[in-house]
């Protein structure tokens, strides 16, 4: 079983910035694309950033120019360094694996969710 674990979330001043990780542990026998999400309060949840295991990556409208995602492929680790936060960054933000833990067994998986506020 893979289990996810997100850290590097809190309080933060607009302007500043956080970097998010994101840590997998258990039997992985490969880890195709990564992801963030998050999910403002009373909204849906929205894809952030993805980065395919070659390294290509995508990034939502809002947060281009600002964020910046990144792997380790030997820690099986997930990185997301957001710069000059605003109040509209505020979210709970959630790293999602596409991951095997044996040949062909492919299945997404998610963490348990890291709380970011940035406060006006």
């Known amino acids: 079983?893979?289990?996810l674990v997100e850290s590097g979330g809190g309080l933060v001043q607009a302007g500043?910035?956080?970097?998010l990780s994101c840590a997998a542990s258990?039997?992985?026998?490969?880890?195709?694309?990564m992801s963030w999400y998050r999910q403002?309060?009373?909204k849906q949840r929205e894809l952030v950033a993805a980065i395919t295991s070659g390294g290509n990556t995508n990034y939502a409208d809002s947060v281009k120019g600002r964020f910046t995602v990144s792997r380790d492929n030997a820690k099986s680790a997930l990185y997301l360094q957001m710069n000059s936060l605003s109040p509209e960054d505020t979210a709970t933000y959630y790293c999602k694996f596409r991951a095997a833990a044996r040949w062909g067994m492919w299945n997404d998986y998610w963490g348990q969710g890291t709380q970011v506020t940035v406060s006006s």
């Open 26 to 33: 258990g039997s992985i026998f490969s880890i195709a694309t």
């Open 16 to 19: 500043g910035s956080l970097r």
């Open 1 to 3: 079983q893979v289990q």
């Open 40 to 42: 403002p309060p009373g």
